[in-house]
């Protein structure tokens, strides 16, 4: 019989305390494909010490530098320990081929596309990191910071309209993408992992922004974003 697998997340004050993209990305992958997994949950002050705990390996910063982060994910049913959403994804998809997410050799390209919706974020990360922070516990936030003010230079504040506009920018290049298949996926009628990518980021938005700025967002492209986030987390289950 199957074991469950073992998601290490991190935590935030919200209720359901979830919060991450990156550790969002794992969670719709798991729920999707119907395999059985608990959460562990980890401080975000407490993650370099937690996955350097159980073994995890480090993930790297932009500088090359070694930096423990999660989503970590544990497989009981096959001893793997692995590190980075994207590794997850692919490990995931190698060891339970059933309802593919990653389907026709696309890993090469949706890795690319999730690296061209990251840079549509990034001008606005100021923002979003500062909301970021005030979901976190104070140790929390105070790590984050340390961790986040190397790539973008303190002071953080959401109320730039400049940021959002920046943003706004972005999901309209995004928004031409789907425009170019019919269907409501980023590969028409296929369901893939570039649409989780698309819905986690979303969903961070959703869960960290005051909810006059998730409206406003939700507002763009004729609604389109949280109709996104509505059908994902519908077809991963978890809506
Ligand atoms: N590329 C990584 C990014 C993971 C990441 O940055 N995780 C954050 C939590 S959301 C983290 O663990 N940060 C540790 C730190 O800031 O020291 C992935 O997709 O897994």
Same mark, same amino acid.
């Given at each position: 019989?199957?074991?469950?697998?073992?998601?290490?997340d991190t935590l935030s004050?919200?209720?359901?305390?979830?919060w991450s993209?990156?550790?969002?990305?794992?969670?719709?992958?798991?729920?999707?494909?119907?395999?059985?997994?608990?959460?562990?949950w980890v401080e975000y002050s407490d993650i370099p010490?937690a996955?350097? /705990?159980?073994?995890?390996?480090?993930?790297?910063?932009?500088?090359?530098?070694?930096?423990?982060t999660v989503?970590?994910?544990?497989?009981?049913?096959?001893?793997?320990?692995?590190?980075?959403?994207?590794?997850?994804?692919?490990?995931?998809?190698?060891?339970?081929?059933?309802?593919?997410?990653?389907?026709?050799?696309?890993?090469?390209?949706?890795? /690319?596309?999730?690296?061209?919706?990251?840079?549509?974020?990034?001008?606005?990360?100021?923002?979003?990191?500062?909301?970021t922070t005030?979901i976190l516990s104070?140790a929390s936030a105070k790590f984050f910071i340390g961790s986040?003010? /190397?790539?973008?230079?303190?002071?953080?504040?959401?109320?730039?309209?400049?940021?959002?506009?920046?943003?706004?920018?972005?999901?309209?290049?995004?928004?031409?993408?789907?425009?170019?298949?019919?269907?409501?996926?980023?590969? =028409?009628?296929?369901?893939?992992? /570039?649409?989780?990518?698309?819905?986690?980021?979303?969903?961070?938005?959703?869960?960290?922004?005051?909810?006059?700025?998730?409206?406003?967002?939700?507002?763009?492209?004729? =609604?389109?974003?949280?109709?996104?986030?509505?059908?994902?987390?519908?077809?991963?289950?978890?809506?």
């Amino acid at each position: 019989m199957m074991l469950p697998l073992v998601l290490y997340d991190t935590l935030s004050e919200l209720p359901g305390k979830n919060w991450s993209p990156s550790t969002a990305k794992p969670r719709f992958v798991l729920s999707y494909k119907d395999l059985p997994f608990v959460t562990l949950w980890v401080e975000y002050s407490d993650i370099p010490i937690a996955m350097k /705990a159980i073994g995890a390996k480090p993930n790297k910063r932009r500088d090359g530098s070694d930096m423990y982060t999660v989503p970590v994910l544990s497989d009981p049913n096959t001893g793997a320990l692995i590190t980075d959403s994207l590794e997850i994804a692919s490990y995931l998809e190698k060891t339970y081929p059933e309802k593919p997410i990653l389907l026709d050799n696309s890993e090469p390209l949706i890795r /690319a596309f999730g690296s061209a919706i990251a840079g549509f974020i990034r001008p606005a990360m100021k923002s979003i990191f500062a909301r970021t922070t005030e979901i976190l516990s104070p140790a929390s936030a105070k790590f984050f910071i340390g961790s986040h003010s /190397a790539d973008a230079p303190l002071p953080w504040d959401a109320s730039y309209d400049e940021d959002w506009d920046l943003l706004e920018k972005g999901y309209n290049i995004a928004y031409e993408w789907y425009q170019k298949t019919e269907g409501k996926w980023v590969m =028409g009628d296929t369901f893939s992992y /570039a649409d989780i990518f698309v819905a986690c980021s979303l969903l961070w938005y959703k869960r960290v922004l005051k909810e006059d700025e998730w409206v406003r967002i939700s507002s763009w492209n004729g =609604g389109k974003w949280a109709q996104v986030l509505a059908d994902v987390e519908k077809e991963c289950k978890l809506a």
